[in-house]
């Protein structure tokens, strides 16, 4: 690679890291751009680090396009440069590792769509209240799908599913009823405004129809998409984290199946503090150190009952 001084610092996120390499889009060249397939610059190779790695997948970064000395699979000459800065993070999931240095993940992740299934399989709330209770502990915004409701008659759908829509909204979660079904195109407008200008992941056992979903959303996007705090049982199908840009405006994480995946700075949960239609009776326990168990004069419990 020859290195151009003169070229301006282009801003964009890391899609994908592989072999010391980075594949960088930058998002003002459009939604058909091609990635730039970085290396690192001097800088951010010295130094002490906090992570095992000095920059992840999701991480926004500032790099310097470069002249390219090759060419792609398809004979195009791959563009090429050098990462220069990475910009401060909003978030961090990554694994703790055992006399190692932590790993991220994945960078800046601020969304998760927590996918559940009318049918085939049936729907199980205690499980969405789990992972609910796994994003609001990681500080992410959830959303919620109710997907497959092809499945369900019209009175199925007024008494099982609407009712069970309507909680979790009065809560504060945005809910979607989908389906993945071509001739009903059912959610796929509101799905992709909740997606747009977030790195989002898909969550949710296996079967209920998570990547039918992303290729609804993009249909060039033949991917299986993994589970970052999978609670259910199911192959974990991807090992390596990667960043798909959406056409108009964020990414959707192919992640991989890790269940104890977690904010690294995160070092004990409050559990309390993950529902939040309880978080206004908090603080109004007649005990200081309410366990919101079985404790006299608990506001939770009377909240609850």
């Not at 020859?2 to 459009?30: N, Q, R, W």
């Not at 703790?96 to 992740?109: C, E, F, G, S």
Request: charged letters at 30%; hydrophobic letters at 35%; glycine letters at 8%.
């Amino acid at each position: 690679m020859t290195l151009t001084h003169t070229s301006p610092l282009l801003e964009g996120t890391v899609m994908k890291s592989a072999g010391g390499f980075y594949h960088v889009d930058i998002p003002e060249e459009g939604p058909k751009r091609e990635p730039l397939l970085c290396t690192l610059g001097g800088r951010l190779k010295k130094g002490k680090r906090q992570f095992a790695q000095p920059v992840s997948v999701g991480d926004r970064v500032r790099v310097r396009e470069v002249e390219s000395s090759g060419a792609n699979r398809e004979g195009v000459a791959a563009r090429e440069g050098f990462i220069e800065e990475v910009l401060p993070r909003t978030s961090q999931l990554g694994r703790a590792r055992y006399n190692k240095t932590a790993q991220v993940t994945v960078a800046n992740l601020d969304q998760v769509v927590i996918v559940m299934a009318a049918r085939e399989p049936d729907l199980n709330t205690h499980r969405l209240d789990r992972f609910l209770v796994l994003a609001e502990a990681n500080d992410l915004r959830a959303v919620i799908c109710f997907n497959k409701i092809d499945l369900l008659k019209k009175k199925q759908l007024k008494k099982e599913i609407e009712p069970l829509a309507k909680t979790y909204e009065k809560i504060g979660y945005p809910v979607i009823l989908t389906s993945a079904e071509k001739e009903l195109d059912f959610g796929r407008k509101e799905l992709r405004r909740e997606l747009k200008n977030h790195i989002s992941a898909f969550i949710g056992s296996s079967g209920v129809g998570k990547s039918s979903l992303v290729m609804m959303i993009q249909p060039e996007l033949e991917l299986w998409v993994g589970e970052v705090m999978d609670i259910g049982k199911g192959r974990h199908t991807t090992t390596d984290v990667t960043l798909h840009p959406l056409d108009k405006g964020g990414y959707i994480a192919d992640t991989p199946g890790v269940k104890t995946i977690q904010l690294l700075e995160q070092s004990q949960l409050a559990l309390d503090q993950c529902f939040p239609e309880m978080r206004p009776f908090l603080g109004a326990c007649k005990f200081n150190d309410c366990t919101h168990r079985n404790e006299p004069g608990c506001a939770v419990v009377a909240a609850k009952e």
